[in-house]
């Protein structure tokens, strides 16, 4: 279709061959209320649930949910991340505002922050775009640990396994 001719039917679907080397879409109906064994355990009263872990280019995509209140981590990236509060509220102790229920958070690299729950919530859930490294730090930044999308697959096999989904289940989340 040249560019000055009109599309007769927009409802139409897109005509061409879908590229054989393209990776498929990863289409999650209800990522919150889903099978309790999709949420990999990261630490006591905390979990994660996968939604894409691209290894080609070093992110991953996940909902943290928080069942404790108090420290959960202090930490730093290198990379932007991007976070979206789907129920509940946390704050970070380097900063005087609180991401709550619909709020946003953008986390600018380099910056560490520690996340805190509140005493009061029960449970909070945050959808997390993570790109690179977190890297987990002690007071004064020196690195105590990190995690990266590799880490976050490994986490997803071991659980995966042990909770009899098998562990290539963790295959449908990584591009």
Same mark, same amino acid.
């Given at each position: 279709?040249? *560019? ?12 061409? $061959?879908?590229?054989?080397? &393209?990776? #498929?879409?990863?289409?999650? $109906?209800?990522?919150?209320? =889903?099978?309790?064994?999709? +949420? ?6 905390? +979990?994660?649930?996968?939604? =894409? ?15 404790? &209140? @108090?420290? *959960?981590? %202090?930490? %730093? ?6 976070? !979206?509060? *789907?129920? @509940?509220? !946390? ?5 005087? !505002?609180? &991401? #709550? #229920?619909? /709020?946003?958070?953008?986390? $600018? $690299? ?24 977190? =890297?987990?730090?002690?007071? !004064? ?14 986490? =997803? %096999? ?7 989904? /098998?562990?290539?289940?963790? #295959?449908?989340?990584?591009?």
């Amino acid at each position: 279709m040249g *560019l000055q001719e009109k599309d007769e039917n927009p409802r139409t679907p897109y005509q061409l $061959p879908f590229p054989k080397d &393209a990776l #498929e879409e990863i289409v999650i $109906p209800n990522a919150v209320n =889903c099978d309790e064994r999709l +949420w990999v355990p990261q630490a006591e009263n905390v +979990w994660f649930r996968p939604l =894409c872990l691209n290894r080609s280019q070093g992110y991953w995509m996940n909902l943290l949910k928080v069942r404790k &209140a @108090g420290v *959960l981590s %202090r930490h %730093r990236h290198p990379q932007p991340v991007h976070g !979206w509060v *789907l129920k @509940g509220r !946390w704050y970070y102790l380097e900063h005087d !505002w609180v &991401a #709550e #229920e619909g /709020g946003y958070v953008y986390e $600018p $690299p380099g910056e560490t922050h520690t996340l805190v729950v509140p005493d009061d919530v029960e449970e909070m859930i945050t959808y997390f775009q993570v790109n690179g490294v977190m =890297c987990y730090v002690d007071p !004064w930044g020196k690195v105590l640990g990190y995690e990266d999308v590799f880490t976050k697959i490994d986490m =997803c %096999r071991k659980h995966f396994d042990e909770v009899g989904l /098998g562990s290539d289940y963790v #295959e449908r989340f990584i591009r």
